[in-house]
């Protein structure tokens, strides 16, 4: 069956650290990969998408990398902050038009 | 850009009741998303509409769920008969379509069955 894998333990880093999330998919072949970011009580906020024939996207400190064959995506936050702190969720386009999201990262940039 | 916005923000009733949700996509957007999300986890997917056609439903959606759009703007999620497994956050989101898949989504409304 298809899943979509997370780390599921929160991350805890220094500020100013490099923030690496791991996706890992299985049983999918996604044309493209989105990730979000969600605050506590609140909805998620689209980040980035990547395509399946792009290695790497960039956007300010952030960069997603897809590997399809590996089946994983990397998701790195660059000289990270506090305000960087909150759940970031990957979301392999699967068949249809919906979304099918892994379980999310919690990630804690402590100052 | 008034963003999704979704009413009421928080709902408390008993088990058996029925309650309604009321989502108001960005205006210009035609897809319209329910997701149910409960603690630790991601959103998962309930029903999709394009424009006022419902054109997908999960097999999470039971019949006690159902949804409409009825000119195609704003959506309602009625759950009747509720139980305690109904609790959970429930988002709504909306897209202008194909030229971007990204999804634009609401606070959610927040279901508590006593």
């Known amino acids: 069956s298809q899943k979509i894998e997370q780390n599921s333990e929160a991350l805890n880093i220094q500020e100013g650290k490099t923030a690496t999330l791991t996706c890992n998919y299985t049983n999918y072949s996604p044309a493209y990969l989105q990730w979000y970011r969600q605050d506590p009580g609140r909805g998620p906020v689209f980040l980035l998408l990547i395509r399946e024939n792009e290695k790497e996207k960039r956007k300010e400190r952030l960069k997603v990398t897809f590997d399809t064959t590996l089946k994983q995506s990397l998701f790195h936050i660059t000289a990270s902050q506090p305000a960087d702190s909150a759940t970031y969720l990957c979301a392999p386009h699967n068949a249809g038009n919906m979304l099918t999201f892994g379980g999310g990262t919690r990630l804690m940039v402590k100052p | ?114």
């Open chain 2, 1 to 114: 850009d008034t963003g999704v916005s979704q009413d009421p923000r928080h709902k408390i009733t008993k088990r058996g009741q029925n309650v309604t949700f009321r989502c108001d996509p960005i205006s210009e957007h035609n897809r319209l998303y329910w997701y149910r999300q409960t603690l630790g986890q991601g959103p998962e997917f309930l029903t999709y509409f394009q424009n006022e056609a419902q054109l997908e439903k999960s097999r999470l959606l039971s019949d006690r769920f159902s949804a409409e759009r009825p000119k195609g703007s704003f959506s309602t999620l009625e759950i009747q008969r509720t139980e305690q497994g109904d609790s959970a956050m429930y988002l709504c989101a909306s897209s202008p379509g194909d030229s971007s898949p990204a999804q634009h989504f609401g606070d959610g409304t927040r279901l508590s069955i006593l």
